[in-house]
């Protein structure tokens, strides 16, 4: 109950703060080039149920059915003018703030894998199947340990480490992770891949 109230809490803030950022950056979109604004993408939930996450989109339109489909690297050049910029700055992350009201993420927790991205969830292993106990998040431990620079097995490894340490930390392992979230974003560490997707 206390990380769902810390996660509406921050989604209303960091909607107050963000909101006029968010809409000019729609219109910025919208203008830079053709499509719509966000790029919608159904991810494993909590308990490996799909759900739509929602970015800012960064890649032309309909992307993932071009050149190398889910993945981008560096370069690439359906990644938009403002997309890079977004990317960048991790800003095409904000939209999930309503992911986060809408009860389908939270602020902390393992970063949400793409429906078939992982191969056959019956062919999913313990390991696998245990970093889906808990809710997707914005950020997590992964991301603030490596971010893009961790194949899956290594985020894996992170998820679940995660969970141990929020089970024996709670809230506070999230606070510490979102301030860690705060220095990797401002320093723009790992935000290009080699391989990567379309919104990690």
Not at 166 to 177: H, K, P, S
């Amino acid at each position: 109950m206390i990380k769902r109230l810390m996660d509406i809490t921050g989604a209303l803030i960091g909607l107050a703060i963000f909101g006029l950022p968010m809409i000019l950056i729609a219109l910025w979109i919208k203008r830079d080039s053709k499509g719509g604004v966000f790029f919608v993408q159904e991810r494993l939930g909590r308990d490996i149920v799909p759900y739509k996450m929602y970015k800012f989109r960064t890649m032309v339109e309909n992307a993932e059915q071009m050149g190398t489909g889910l993945f981008s690297y560096d370069d690439d050049d359906r990644i938009t003018r403002v997309g890079h910029f977004l990317r960048m700055t991790s800003l095409d992350e904000l939209p999930q703030f309503f992911n986060i009201l809408n009860g389908s993420m939270a602020l902390v927790g393992p970063r949400p894998p793409v429906t078939y991205e992982l191969g056959d969830i019956a062919d999913f292993t313990p390991e696998m199947k245990r970093r889906f106990r808990m809710k997707p998040g914005v950020t997590g431990l992964a991301q603030v340990s490596g971010r893009n620079e961790l194949d899956w097995p290594q985020k894996i490894v992170f998820d679940n480490r995660y969970i141990d340490l929020f089970a024996r930390w709670g809230v506070l392992i999230d606070l510490r992770i979102i301030l860690q979230t705060i220095w990797v974003v401002v320093s723009r560490k790992s935000t290009i891949e080699k391989r990567k997707q379309e919104h990690s």
